[in-house]
């Protein structure tokens, strides 16, 4: 099983916020913020953090998906990335 905080970018999307400024209302390291964006584990207190910043539940910034489908999700991304696969 692979974790997925695609959920929270969908949010900050919704919410016309950046990385930068969920790190600074929620008051979580610039570590922890790298961390989510390549959908590694995070402590839980991380997440609580980002839960209170946004008034959300922990179900709405991430998901635990088959590693089938989170390999299917990569794949997809670098198909519409080109940038991201020349840099691998």
Not at 1 to 27: C, F, H, P
């Amino acid at each position: 099983m692979a974790i997925s905080y695609r959920k929270l970018w969908i949010q900050l999307i919704d919410r016309n916020m950046n990385k930068t400024e969920l790190r600074e209302v929620s008051g979580i390291t610039t570590n922890a913020l790298a961390a989510l964006g390549k959908d590694e584990r995070v402590t839980t207190d991380v997440l609580n953090k980002i839960c209170l910043a946004l008034k959300c539940d922990i179900g709405d910034i991430m998901e635990i998906i088959p590693d089938e489908e989170y390999k299917k999700r990569q794949e997809r991304a670098k198909e519409l990335n080109p940038v991201r696969k020349e840099e691998e």
